[in-house]
């Protein structure tokens, strides 16, 4: 599985931008797909995740009610609307792939596959 993760910018605070992450997997819709993200100096860290139907979602406490994460099964893509952004939203954001159980959604170990990073930057 390849992931190529897109979309990330230089915006200022309370802006919005939307990340997208395409995938080249046959069986793109039986992985749960992840957001990531590592601030400078600071480790990776949990941002969203969704199943594989679309229909289950879960997301950090920092970015639950502006984030979104979703998908589109037909065009191995998910993506991940970040609204109302802050400038402690900045970091280098990671799509990952993988098939963790229930309760290692939120840990990077349970994921696989890894794109290559798209750097989100907010301004003050």
């Known amino acids: 599985v390849q992931l190529q993760a897109s979309g990330g910018g230089l915006v200022q605070a309370g802006d919005s931008l939307r990340l997208s992450c395409v995938a080249t997997?046959?069986?793109?819709?039986?992985?749960?797909m992840g957001w990531f993200r590592q601030a400078s100096g600071k480790e990776r860290e949990f941002v969203a995740a969704v199943r594989w139907s679309g229909s289950t979602t879960y997301y950090a406490n920092p970015v639950k009610g502006r984030f979104t994460i979703s998908r589109d099964n037909a065009k191995n893509t998910v993506y991940l609307q970040m609204n109302s952004l802050k400038p402690e939203d900045t970091a280098v954001y990671y799509c990952?792939?993988?098939?963790?159980?229930?309760?290692?959604?939120?840990?990077?170990?349970?994921?696989?596959?890894w794109g290559q990073g798209t750097q989100v930057t907010v301004s003050s």
């Open positions: 990952a792939a993988g098939r963790p159980i229930l309760s290692a959604t939120t840990n990077g170990r349970s994921y696989n596959y």
């Open positions: 997997a046959r069986t793109f819709s039986g992985y749960t």
